[in-house]
């Protein structure tokens, strides 16, 4: 199941309007905010889904991956580097998204940020 997907932008404030605009009347606004990354995620119905960040580029895609255990992503991020891709941030938890936020990143072979992410409950 997908979680959540990023795509690069080559000028964040740009994007950041662009994309607040033209995802209203879809029922999206800003939900994270993250200037001091370059970074803005948008939602509808309190699920934050889409992102759109500077920092990706060139890159191109960001792709996340719901999980359904803390295993699951570790494995992911195991099977992921042993089959060729790239660390891109080890499994562990990302308490600047949310407490209860754990992933893994990695890069594909083509460069594309690949996550799986799990939500503890436990810490919400």
């Not at 979680?3 to 964040?12: C, E, K, P, R």
């Amino acid at each position: 199941m997908i979680d959540h997907v990023g795509f690069a932008v080559t000028d964040y404030q740009k994007g950041k309007e662009f994309f607040a605009k033209a995802l209203a009347p879809l029922g999206y606004t800003v939900a994270v905010d993250m200037p001091e990354y370059k970074v803005v995620g948008f939602g509808a119905n309190g699920v934050t889904d889409f992102w759109v960040a500077e920092d990706m580029a060139p890159r191109g895609a960001h792709l996340s991956f719901k999980a359904d255990s803390k295993e699951a992503v570790d494995a992911f991020h195991a099977a992921a580097i042993e089959a060729g891709a790239t660390d891109n941030g080890a499994p562990g938890y990302r308490e600047m998204y949310s407490p209860s936020y754990y992933g893994a990143f990695i890069h594909d072979p083509d460069g594309h940020n690949i996550e799986a992410v799990w939500y503890d409950t436990s810490k919400t």
